[in-house]
Nanobody, 122 residues
Framework: QVQLDESGGGSVQAGGSLRLSCAASGRTFWRYDMGWFRQTPGKEREFVASINWRSSTYYSDSVKGRFTISRDNAKSTVHLQMNSLKPEDTAVYYC????????????????WGQGTQVTVSS
C-alpha cells in the first residue's frame, strides 16, 4: 500500500522560506515521478512542481525561480524548497505520485498525501 506523509508546512511572512518534505512508502521509490500540487478554497488543485524518475524537474510559471524540488531516493523522500514566498502562495500543499512506473505525475496522480497548510502573510 502506497503511503505519502507530508511535513514542513506552517506560517511565514512574505519573502520568507519553507521546506516541505514528503516521505513515501510501500513500493520502489526511484521508479516513480513525484510532484507537489496546491489548492485554495473554491479553486481546483493546481500543479506546482514535479521531478521524474530521472530527476528532471518541472515547475509552474508562478513558482519558477523561487521553488526547487528535489528527491532523495535513498530515503524515499521528495522535498520542495520554497523561497521568496508570496501571499498568493498560501494554500494546502499536496504531495502526489504516479500510479504507474515511469509515468508523468503531471498527468497521472495515482496517490496523494494528506496535505499540509502553508500560510504566507503580507
Amino acid at each position: 500500500q502506497v503511503q505519502l506523509d507530508e511535513s514542513g508546512g506552517g506560517s511565514v511572512q512574505a519573502g520568507g522560506s519553507l521546506r516541505l518534505s514528503c516521505a513515501a512508502s510501500g513500493r520502489t521509490f526511484w521508479r516513480y515521478d513525484m510532484g507537489w500540487f496546491r489548492q485554495t478554497p473554491g479553486k481546483e488543485r493546481e500543479f506546482v512542481a514535479s521531478i521524474n524518475w530521472r530527476s528532471s524537474t518541472y515547475y509552474s510559471d508562478s513558482v519558477k525561480g523561487r521553488f526547487t524540488i528535489s528527491r532523495d531516493n535513498a530515503k524515499s523522500t521528495v522535498h520542495l524548497q520554497m523561497n521568496s514566498l508570496k501571499p498568493e502562495d498560501t494554500a494546502v500543499y499536496y504531495c502526489a505520485t504516479a500510479q504507474k512506473e515511469y509515468s508523468d505525475v503531471r498527468l497521472d496522480q495515482g496517490y496523494w498525501g494528506q496535505g499540509t497548510q502553508v500560510t504566507v502573510s503580507s
